[in-house]
């Protein structure tokens, strides 16, 4: 068909940015791999040869204003003066959330998608031909959790990553869930209490506790002990397939649900339902996609990340979710807006 003078030009832009959209993400997890803007965050703004100093890097002036000046025109990055007059510093976003010595600081996501993900994803073809997780797995291993958990270092970077990825979604949630009926809260696979932290932060009324595998208790009381909440949150140990649900008002799951296929997500569910008192809540915070399929990309691509990571797991509706509670037996649900693609799912006995 013809075109006429008002129908849009076809152009290759979009395809170009997504079909070469490696290219700017491994510009940015270079930089936090860096920790340039840690780095950044604590003096005033430099020159590209104090960064490279400070970084100890070896390439050409050239290539680091490059480096440099892509960093900020993707607003990662602010500059006054060019090339060799050019002084950086930190936008306001970065400087917040890409500090390490900030507790918003969401760069653990980043470090492990640089360390992990970053590779894994190159498998996605196979992913998708196969049906079969394309981590460490591949390599061996019963489960990629389990090669996680045997080295201390790795343990703490997943553990990190869990709480960067969330971390605006948990004190997005602190502030816009309606805590007044309640008085303790247990975040179930709460990893290094994130959750748990922002929730007593914004609610000096709460108490919580941080419920994961023994492992990860000690990274957990370090960051309660770093924000001085030990009268209020607690690290408590346990498996929540094997063993009993802590007690609360409130059970939380953050990127938990997501892991599983969906006969566990509502056995998980179940066992939920039947831990809480009545008119108790749980709240399952995720990327959780539109009903169109077709405006949270986010969480469609953690969806395909679940293939890749477990096989068999998934993100999903919130649809979906209100099956699996009706099914198991809650009276009502409601979804909640977060940060960004996330959303908290919250179903009420």
Known sequence: ????????????????????????????????????????????????????????LKCSDRHLFDFLDTLTTFGFLQRA?????????NSPNTDLFLDKEKPSYLGGILEMANN?????????????????????????????????????EKLREFVNAMGGIQVGNFMAFAQKFDFSAYKTLADIGGAGAILSIMVAKHQPHMQCQSFDLP?????????????????????????????A???????????????WDEKKKVELMKKVYDSLPENGAFVAIENVIDEERKHNAFGLMMSLNMLIETGHGFDYTYS??????????????????????????????
């Open 1 to 56: 068909m013809e075109q006429t003078s008002h129908s849009p030009q076809p152009t290759p832009e979009s395809i170009m940015q997504i079909g070469m959209g490696f290219w700017a993400s491994k510009t940015l997890l270079s930089a936090v791999k860096f920790e340039l803007f840690t780095k950044l965050a604590a003096k005033a703004a430099q020159s590209a040869s104090e960064i490279k100093s400070a970084l100890g």
């Open 320 to 349: 979906d979710f209100n099956k699996w509670a009706s099914a198991v037996g809650f009276r009502k649900t409601a979804l909640i807006p977060l940060a960004g693609p996330a959303s908290a799912c919250v179903a009420y006995k």
């Open 215 to 243: 492992p990860v208790e000690p990274i957990a009381k370090g960051n309660i002990a770093h924000f001085e909440l030990q009268k209020r949150v607690q690290a408590v140990s346990g498996n929540f397939f094997e063993d």
């Open 245 to 259: 649900l802590p007690k609360a008002d409130i059970l939380t799951m953050g990127n938990i649900l997501h892991d």
């Open 81 to 89: 003066g060019l090339l060799e007059t050019a002084k950086y510093s």
């Open 116 to 152: 992990r993900l970053y590779g894994f994803w190159g498998s996605l073809e196979e992913a998708l031909i196969s049906g079969e997780a394309q981590n460490e797995i591949k390599n061996g291993a019963d489960n990629p959790f389990g090669e996680l958990y045997k080295s201390p």
